[in-house]
């Protein structure tokens, strides 16, 4: 499930909300033919459906430059063509201004694009949601750089194991093993490290 992804769910969702009031999407692991493995919308569902009867991503400027570029850019800035008219339509449905972001994290692909009625996104916005936006996808497609250390101890807890029967198994110390768990929840934004081996086998991190 998408929001079993990313740590405080809701709580960061709702911040994308208040940012991007006429809608905004997210996808991870974006690929031209299968379209992207997570994704999460919240535009208006009739401009959604005209976008897919129509096959717009084809057409689309945003898109386009969502899966040739990487960084981040105002529609304003964008540059592409829209030669189908996309933009124009999208306004009926108050999407005027908007940002696109863009990252490759080891060759997989993935996007964020958010939009409102009333004014261009300042520099901080910006530069703020894109801080976000590399976590999150550091998180999902990185395994939020988890070293083969961190995951071996992750396992363990995984199959039940306490401390000190993790310590004996992969041969370190205790205090060493409480390290790992630590910086391990860290990695994966959990609070505790149940939650950590939670995240990280929702994620099948540790397959």
């Avoid at 006429?22 to 009739?46: C, M, Q, R, S, V």
């Avoid at 964020?112 to 520099?123: G, K, M, N, P």
């Avoid at 959990?190 to 397959?207: G, S």
């Amino acid at each position: 499930m998408f929001k079993d992804l990313i740590p405080n769910f809701d709580e960061e969702m709702q911040r994308l909300d208040s940012l991007a009031p006429t809608g905004w999407i997210i996808g991870f692991n974006l690929t031209l033919y299968k379209g992207a493995e997570h994704i999460h919308t919240t535009y208006p569902d009739a401009w959604r459906e005209i976008y897919e009867d129509k096959n717009y991503f084809f057409g689309d400027p945003i898109a386009l430059w969502s899966m040739t570029r990487t960084g981040f850019v105002r529609w304003s800035e964008v540059g592409f063509p829209d030669l189908l008219g996309v933009m124009k339509q999208a306004r009926q449905f108050g999407l005027y201004y908007g940002i696109a972001l863009a990252r490759k994290v080891n060759k997989k692909r993935s996007f964020l694009t958010l939009s409102r009625a009333d004014r261009e996104f300042t520099d901080e916005e910006i530069a703020a949601v894109d801080a976000k936006f590399k976590v999150w996808s550091d998180l999902v497609l990185d395994r939020a750089s988890l070293t083969s250390k961190d995951i071996a101890v992750l396992r363990c807890l995984r199959d039940g194991l306490e401390y000190t029967e993790i310590a004996a198994k992969l041969d370190i110390s205790e205090a060493t093993v409480k390290q790992r768990v630590a910086k391990a929840s860290l990695k994966l934004g959990a609070k505790n490290r149940v939650q950590a081996v939670a995240i990280a086998v929702t994620r099948k991190y540790l397959d």
